[in-house]
Structure formats: C-alpha cells, structure tokens
C-alpha cells in the first residue's frame, strides 16, 4: 500500500465494478477529496470509433482540464432495465453530484433514476428531456446529417443511396430523417434505401444489411453504427462503393472508403456539462443545443476531391439552416428498406 491511504484503497476497490478515468491522485501524490464526482453511463464500448467513444473523450477532457473526479460505467445494454440498474450502480457505489447518461436511449432510465436521487444532478446527452435536477445537451448532429443527405444526392452516380443504423433511439430518428430530407431537397429524383438493423455492434449484421443496399443499386451508404461500421465499411470497400460517416472525421481515418462525414461531436455535450458543474452554471431543467452554427461542433466534412460546384451548393445549403430558410425535419414517414 506504499503511497496510499486506506481510504484511498478502498475508494479504488469501490470503483470495481463500474469502468474508472485514470484518477489524478494516481502519480500526482494526494487524492483529491475535496473534488466533486461525476460519474457517466455508456451502453456501449468506450473504444467504438464513434458515438460512445466520443462522449468518453468528453469526460476524459473535463477530467484533464476541470476540477472534477471521473467515474464510469460502459459495456451496458441498451434497454431500459439494464440502464436503471447501472445508473442506481453509478449513484449508489460513486456518491456523484452530476450523474450523465450518454445518448437519447437513456431516457426513460434517466427519468426513473433521478425521481429517486433528488439530490444528485442528472443530464441525458443527445437528448430532449428535463426534470426538477435533470437536463439534456443535445448536439444537432442532424444538423449535419441533412447536409449528408444532400451531399449524398448530389454525389451518387447510380442515383440511389442508403442510409444504415441500429436502434431506433430518438437521436438517429431524428438525424435519419434529417438525412432523408437532405436527400429529397437536392434531389428529388434520388431514391432512398434506410434500415435499422436492431444492432449497433454486429459487423457481420452490418456488412449484411450493406450487401443488400448495394445489390439494390446503393453507391453511397451514410452509416450511423458503433462497432459494427466496421462491417459496412469493409463490405464498402470489397463492394468498390463509398460511405459517409457521423460523429467523427472518417474521411482522414479512411479515405479510400468514405468521402464525407457528418461531424457531431457528442463529447462536446459531455464535457460542457462538467463543466457547467465546475463553474456553478449548471441548471436543472433545460435543454442545452449546439448545432452548424459552432462548426467545431457539427459541421460536414467533405473528401477533398469533392468537385468545387458541390461543396458551393453545400455551403449556400449551409447558410439556409443556419438563417431559417431550411427547416431542418425530425420525423420520416417514408419506406423502410426490408433484408
């Protein structure tokens, strides 16, 4: 036990059974007692290349730069029942004061959790609910996702392009409709090929559902997935089609396969309520948005060789949802592509 106390031992074995940031008193000397917890749920893997691992980057960065002690818990099922469990897991084992629940699939949970925490703070990422000591941040990644729907009828050749995810969570029905409508206003013409397969982690899943798009004339697939991208991403590559991403900057990470990506960075939901937290800004019962009007934020990001008369037309498309002549649409009452 050389160099710690043990308190400090046991609040590390405490932290056992739920994923832990690196701690600043590990290396630093002293634990900082005096530090305000706050503890986050990913239903997923923090190392997705995308949607989890984002929201991670966040809490890793309030961590780095706030003063605050990070907690997590990740690997969990998004359903309702495993959610609750782990969010009373969070509250109970790590005595936070900010409770975050990452991704509009954590609704009904959070709501259920925070009725019986009163005294602890609870914020749903990606999400668009409040209670008397909850508040949603919400980054408008369908904000981006129109921009690639229209930049997705602007590029295809074959005329038809797909859009793929897994769970059918607020957040991607939003940015699917969003997409959808991208699509329509460049070009009505384009036909539209979208399916949730029912999971976000199964490549094999994935490249199925990517077979059958591309078989159906699909040469462009915009693919909103966490583990299982990879799977699409590959059959992309074997199939010589193209992909457009979300969340992160895939055209740098794989440029032979995707040659757009519709930027959201969700950590940015994360991180601002830390630090809301840390600087006594925090408010219960409001809804925190960031959309194309801070583009470090949401933005899309374009292959270079994209021709120039497209990357105009994306801009001016740009312009008109940042002044209110695009409404950007929530819902999608269009067909459903069947496997």
Known sequence: MTGLTRRQWLLAAASA?????????????????????????????IDDH???????????????????VARYKDKVANETRAQIAALRELATTHQPVLIIAHGGQNT????????DFPDIRFVVTQGAVTAGNLSSYDVRQEESAW????????????????????????????????????????????????????????KALAARVTRAQAKAGADIIY??????????????????????????????REPDVFIGSAWADVGIGVFQACQDLSNG??????????????????????????PEPIRRRIAALREEILNGTIQVEADYTGPEFQL
């Open 223 to 252: 693919t909103m997935l966490n583990k299982g991208r990879d799977g699409t991403t590959q059959a992309c590559r074997e199939l010589g089609i193209k992909e457009i991403g979300n969340v992160t900057d895939w055209v740098a």
């Open 17 to 45: 059974s739920a994923g832990t940031l690196a701690s600043p008193w590990l290396g630093r000397g002293a634990f900082a007692a005096d530090k305000p917890v706050v503890a986050a749920l990913f239903c997923g893997h």
């Open 108 to 115: 009904e949970a959070a709501l259920t959790v925070a009725k």
């Open 147 to 202: 921009l690639a729907g229209a930049y997705a009828a602007l590029m295809t050749r074959t005329g038809i392009v797909a859009h793929q995810s897994g769970i059918r969570v607020p957040p991607g029905l939003r940015a699917r409709a969003s997409y959808a409508a991208g699509v329509r206003h460049a070009n009505p013409d384009v036909r539209l090929l979208t399916n949730f397969s029912g999971n976000q982690d199964d």
């Open 50 to 68: 995308g949607f989890m691992q984002a929201g991670y980057q966040g809490l890793e960065k309030a961590q780095d730069s706030l003063p605050i």
């Open 281 to 306: 800004h925090f408010k219960a019962g409001r809804i925190f948005k960031v959309g194309l009007g801070q583009p470090e934020a949401v933005r899309l990001i374009m292959t270079p060789d994209t």
